[in-house]
T-cell receptor
Framework: GQNIDQPTEMTATEGAIVQINCTYQ??????LFWYQQHAGEAPTFLSYNVLDGLEEKGRFSSFLSRSKGYSYLLLKELQMKDSASYLC??????????WGAGTKLIIKP | GAVVSQHPSWVICKSGTSVKIECRSLDFQATTMFWYRQFPKQSLMLMATSNEGSKATYEQGVEKDKFLINHASLTLSTLTVTSAHPEDSSFYIC??????????????FGDGTRLSIL
């Protein structure tokens, strides 16, 4: 089967750094996405990785290792507004998007 | 860029009513639109993939006669929940892909429609 694993919930402190991990087993790979979803709202696109390495975008960075089936989303200088669910999703060889269940990130002052 | 508009944002109606939800790509042409459903505290569940000018592809377990999808143009797809019942109450989200960014494209999401059936 195809599945994506990410932690259910994480807690971090305002101003700190947090890393959200995602591991995947899919039939082929054509890219990995990270989305942010605030409660009661639709997801918002954060990042896309298709080659190994780190993609940096402001306070957010995403890393991919295709050989390990592993990615992480790194959030720096955490702000209270970063409290949200973070969804990892992988496009497989049929260009289907397989979703993880999401990681709920709680930011404490 | 890549704005997707979804309407209405909230619907409350009686059991047995049919409800239509519109999804529009405002500043790009979307050859493919996706319809998702999300129950509280759960992940997104893909219901169907909608390609302009052809029949939608439904995921296993999703009734095509219950959830009618029409993708008549490159900027508009509609989802009609026919004869809705309380168990259909959920958060429905559409997304669209732009072909300009290659085969693997990020999906741009509408704001979602919260459907409550009484």
């Amino acid at each position: 089967g195809q599945n994506i694993d990410q932690p259910t919930e994480m807690t971090a402190t305002e101003g700190a750094i947090v890393q959200i991990n995602c591991t995947y087993q899919t039939s082929g790979f054509n890219g990995l996405f990270w989305y942010q979803q605030h409660a009661g709202e639709a997801p918002t696109f954060l990042s896309y990785n298709v080659l190994d390495g780190l993609e940096e975008k402001g306070r957010f960075s995403s890393f991919l290792s295709r050989s390990k089936g592993y990615s992480y989303l790194l959030l720096k200088e955490l702000q209270m507004k970063d409290s949200a669910s973070y969804l990892c999703a992988v496009t497989n060889s049929n260009y289907q998007l397989i979703w993880g269940a999401g990681t709920k990130l709680i930011i404490k002052p | 860029g890549a704005v997707v508009s979804q309407h209405p944002s909230w619907v409350i109606c009686k059991s047995g009513t049919s409800v239509k939800i519109e999804c529009r790509s405002l500043d790009f042409q979307a050859t493919t639109m996706f319809w998702y459903r999300q129950f509280p505290k759960q992940s997104l569940m893909l219901m169907a993939t909608s390609n302009e000018g052809s029949k939608a592809t439904y995921e296993q377990g999703v009734e095509k006669d219950k959830f009618l999808i029409n993708h008549a143009s490159l900027t508009l797809s509609t989802l009609t929940v026919t004869s809705a019942h309380p168990e259909d109450s959920s958060f429905y989200i559409c997304s669209a892909s732009t072909p300009l960014e290659g085969d693997t494209q990020p999906q741009h999401f509408g704001d979602g429609t919260r459907l409550s059936i009484l």
